[in-house]
């Protein structure tokens, strides 16, 4: 082997030894997320690292139900729109723009989270008839106030299919040759999307599941399944405040916006606890 040939040899071995070393690194950080994303921010080379292997096991590490289910145990597989925008989805309330379906009078901001829930069971409503057979992950409300009124108050949610484009869903829109929107992306993976409103694909449940009226909601797909929407929450009468679901306890900061429990927390923004949070399926 020429003098070449081993430096070549050499830096593949190392390179290989970098990414064993990135993974133990932020396994000893408990994949701590402001770290990840200042490591991803250096240059190219980690930033694809970050982007195949390290943003995986962060997914893995949160939500071992909810990745093992949407990847159908093909853990080392890959993920529409990449495993750095499902983390992304787990740890980012996206926020809200008005959209010719849904009229708001100025933009909500989007923030990270410390704590979300996704149901498969909350997907379903979103679903539907025809689209019944398709399983779909929906967050827990995020409850942002957009005005001086207690009763302004806007959900915002989020959500991933498995394997939309052999869905129902998917094949639905393709068949009623529904338009994409727009100048509208998707804001964990930035591909096109599609109004579930104007591909009259909203079902009155989603209304009912999230505590809206029905035709005060909205929501979109892009096109590597990730779902995102808003709607008007109905104000809570003065005999409802104080009534709170068995099993579904929520606390509330003063900006408005809710956190789940403690019992009900699955995913964490910052570093996995020895306790592990995970999904709830149900």
């Known amino acids: 082997m020429s003098a070449r040939q081993r430096v070549r040899a050499s830096q593949g071995d190392l390179g290989i030894h970098n990414e064993r070393v990135l993974f133990l690194v932020f396994e000893s950080m408990k994949w701590d997320i402001h770290a990840l994303c200042s490591t991803a921010s250096v240059n190219r080379k980690l930033r694809a690292v970050v982007n195949r292997l390290l943003w995986r096991q962060v997914c893995l590490c949160a939500a071992p139900r909810m990745t093992a289910t949407l990847t159908n145990g093909a853990l080392n597989g890959r993920i529409g729109g990449g495993w750095h925008t499902l983390a992304k989805l787990m740890f980012f309330c996206c926020g809200c723009k008005p959209t010719r379906h849904f009229r708001?009078?100025?933009?909500?901001?989007?923030?990270?989270?410390?704590?979300?829930?996704?149901?498969?069971?909350?997907?379903?409503?979103?679903?539907?008839?025809?689209?019944?057979?398709?399983?779909?992950?929906?967050?827990?409300?995020?409850?942002?106030?957009?005005?001086?009124?207690?009763?302004?108050?806007?959900?915002?949610?989020?959500?991933?299919?498995?394997?939309?484009?052999?869905?129902?869903?998917?094949?639905?829109?393709?068949?009623?040759?529904?338009?994409?929107?727009?100048?509208?992306?998707?804001?964990y993976c930035a591909a096109p999307v599609w109004s579930m409103t104007a591909a009259r694909l909203v079902p009155k449940s989603a209304a009912r599941r999230l505590g809206s009226h029905d035709g005060s909601l909205e929501y979109l797909v892009c096109v590597n399944g990730h779902l995102y929407g808003s709607c008007w929450l109905v104000p809570l009468s003065s005999d409802e405040d104080g009534y709170e679901e068995e099993g579904d306890v929520e606390e509330c900061f003063e900006d408005g916006r809710r956190r789940i429990s403690y019992d009900d927390r699955t995913t964490r923004s910052g570093s996995f606890g020895s306790t592990g949070e995970e999904v709830v399926e149900d």
């Open 104 to 187: 708001l009078s100025q933009a909500s901001a989007g923030h990270r989270v410390k704590a979300s829930r996704f149901s498969k069971t909350s997907g379903q409503s979103f679903l539907s008839k025809s689209c019944k057979g398709d399983l779909l992950y929906v967050s827990d409300m995020c409850e942002h106030q957009t005005g001086d009124k207690e009763e302004d108050h806007l959900g915002i949610y989020r959500g991933v299919f498995r394997g939309f484009h052999r869905s129902r869903t998917w094949a639905c829109l393709i068949e009623r040759r529904v338009k994409l929107e727009e100048n509208v992306m998707c804001p």
